[in-house]
């Protein structure tokens, strides 16, 4: 089965509010990542956290890692119109490639 | 937009049909990857070119041939598709190969008639 996988699969919430999405994986990791995908265009990068680091800051996004729990979330703070996307992990488990998830839709209400 | 290109945005062929998909990148990165993406599904990986040279191949059906002729250009050949291959098909690069931050292009939406 895949490596990561998100919960929740679709988040709601009101402009200005955060968000949390979580990812959970099976097997040991080098790094993990996140990605935001808007409808129908391409995956883009938003942080890498590595195995050994716990916590990892960009703008209004903060990632957590905690890799004895093997789990990862994603927290949008002061949510916009522009964030509303899918969210991407992707682990590597410990091999040479990224395992994607099935991605949170979240979708940021005005 | 990355600074990865692809062409066509969007494609539909019959199933006796052939056609090709282009990916460029502009980043000097040495490993590009293929992606297959369909709905509610998990992205799923589908050639890894390194160098040029093919280091991963997901036990993707011979209908779909990958092609390398430098490390900023790859190719998919498409051949005698099914409509279960209809979906968006995703080209991404990372200056090295492994699970390193990829950059992926706007994606080709392919409809198999």
């Known amino acids: 089965s895949q490596q990561g996988e998100e919960d929740p699969q679709a988040l709601s919430i009101q402009e200005g509010e955060n968000a949390t999405m979580n990812c959970s994986y099976k097997?040991?990791?080098?790094?993990l990542q996140w990605y935001r995908q808007n409808s129908g265009r391409g995956l883009v990068h938003l942080i890498l956290?590595?195995?050994?680091?716990r916590e990892k800051h960009s703008g209004r996004l903060r990632v957590t890692l905690d890799t004895s729990k093997k789990s990862s979330s994603l927290l949008i703070t002061a949510s916009r119109a522009a964030d509303t996307a899918s969210y991407f992990c992707?682990?590597?488990?410990?091999?040479?490639?990224?395992?994607f998830g099935q991605g949170t839709r979240l979708t940021i209400n005005p | 937009e990355t600074g990865v290109t692809q062409t066509p945005r969007h494609l539909v062929m019959g199933m006796t049909n052939k056609k090709s998909l282009k990916c460029e990148q502009h980043?000097?990165?040495?490993?590009m990857y293929w992606y297959k993406q369909s709905a509610k599904k998990p992205l799923e990986l589908m050639f890894v070119?390194?160098?040029?040279?093919?280091?991963e191949n997901n036990s993707v059906p011979s209908r779909f041939s990958p092609e390398c002729p430098n490390s900023s250009h790859l190719f998919l050949h498409l051949h005698t598709l099914q409509p279960e291959d209809s979906a968006l098909y995703l080209c991404?690069?990372?200056?090295?190969?492994?699970?390193?931050?990829?950059?992926f292009g706007p994606g080709t939406r392919l409809l198999v008639l």
């Open positions: 991404a690069s990372s200056q090295g190969w492994g699970p390193e931050t990829q950059y």
């Open positions: 097997t040991s990791i080098n790094n």
């Open positions: 956290i590595r195995s050994n680091e």
């Open positions: 992707a682990t590597d488990g410990g091999a040479q490639k990224l395992v």
């Open positions: 980043l000097g990165h040495n490993a």
């Open positions: 070119y390194n160098f040029k040279e093919q280091t």
